[in-house]
């Protein structure tokens, strides 16, 4: 082997390399494609999990779609305010004052649920509602805890809970909503994270109905409308519905709930007091009531 | 050259010698990208233009080597012809068919690096073959690599559900899978077809 030999394949392949590299720049120069600059900037603020929440494929996508306008700078949730504050300070756009939101499982079912069956096949919600008509449980609306929500979380945020029901880890949802996707009976819903009270059912059935399938389901009594004095819950539909912008965490509905359905659910204890408080309020009512009235028949007399 | 020596170096390339499950040419990409089939498919049709297009390339490159005397030198060559095609190639997707370049995505450049693709381009010259016969090969090579990684990724998905035991989850069970469809693949290798 001639030292020029060498000389010779480095030159050789050195002149192809030469010859490749003005190509691909004189291509890069033709092919260029602008990129908007705000776009890494974006993408810097998003999450960057990837957890598709957003609805866009990654977080490219999402920072494309916000780009665009075509999704709201808020539109990645785990990222949360502080990222979507700069995102709207990139974009040239106010800030927006969003609260923060949770992930919320509508049940509170699971052993306190009538089942009809015991199901042994892919441990996957989905695939437990194929099975024999979906009549896993008794309740057509309960959570099957069987987990296809948990697999779906990438924060480790939700679990099933000790009475078989998925139960969301407020601290750790970031409210990607993966969850809310992969229920397959639409149990998971956005609440505020700084509110207490959320009803734990969505049983649609009429009253009787709904109680024969589980224990703790909304019977649509209307108890809880009418003892909240902010007109922040109402029977919808069979079923109670909290509305956020007027809740103000009194609890007072979840402790006249005769079937505990309302989070934060009281003790026993505390359920005795608030219905002999009941009581006595009914009696002074009552008492006044009947004072106004012989009030009323002195004076016509 | 015939169409029937072009419809062997297919079969061949397809069936019994296939990249995959017969050379074990590309084996990361198929690891790497098969957990879906939407994916696998993406990754496959990539690996089939790219291997498409290199064989071509590749075989003028070794026209120019072997005329100036360094045929030792292709490896290296070919090395070098397919990262710069491969990343031509991405520019010229990314400006004409964004759609396709997005749809490609991260696997465009990963191919420049994939074994597969420059092992076609050295199994070209080691069988002699000529121009057609070597963009066939190509093709066909990236064709038996998108089947391959197809039937793998459509497997996989099943295998997520499956009950298998713990310690078996995720790649391990998915490289016994692997196995034993190189092992059905062989069954090609008895394939007779001039």
Known sequence: MDFINILYAVGILGALAVVFGLVLAIAAKVFEVKVDERLPKIQECLAGANCGGCGYPGCAGCAEAILAGKAPVTACAPAGPENAAKIAAIMGMEAPSGEKMVAHVLCNGGTNAKKNFEYRGVTDCLAATKVCGGNVLDCKYGCLGFGSCVAACQFDAIHIGPNGAAVVDKEACTNCGACREACPRHLIVEVPYSKKVHVNCSNKDKGAAAAKVCAVSCIGCGMCERTCKFDAIHVINNVAVIDYDKCKGCTMCAKACPKNAIEPIPTPEEKEKFKAAQKAAAERKAAAAKAAAEAEATKAE | ?194
Not at chain 2, 92 to 117: E, R, S
Not at chain 2, 121 to 135: C, D, G, P, T
């Open chain 2, 1 to 194: 050259m015939s169409v029937t020596t072009l419809l062997a170096i297919s079969l061949g390339a397809i069936l019994t010698n296939n990249f995959i499950f017969a050379q074990f040419l590309g084996i990361c990409p198929f690891l790497g990208v098969s957990k879906k089939i939407d994916t696998a498919i993406g990754m496959g049709a990539a690996v089939t233009f790219v291997m498409g297009l290199a064989s071509a390339f590749a075989y003028g490159v070794n026209k120019i080597l072997i005329a100036l005397d360094l045929g030792y030198m292709q490896t290296v060559a070919f090395i070098l012809v397919i990262a710069a095609l491969v990343q031509f190639v991405e520019m010229f997707l990314k400006k004409f068919i964004p759609t396709l370049y997005t749809a490609l995505g991260v696997y465009l450049p990963l191919i420049t690096t994939n074994c597969a693709v420059l092992g076609v381009a050295l199994l070209n010259v080691q069988n002699n073959y000529n121009f057609i016969e070597s963009v066939v090969y190509g093709i066909t090579g990236g064709l038996g690599f998108l089947l391959a990684i197809f039937l793998f990724a459509a497997v996989r998905e099943q295998t997520e559900f499956s009950e298998h035991p713990k310690a078996f989850d995720g790649f391990p069970i998915a490289l016994i899978t692997g196995g034993l469809i190189a092992l059905a693949f062989m069954g090609f290798s008895g394939l007779k077809v001039w």
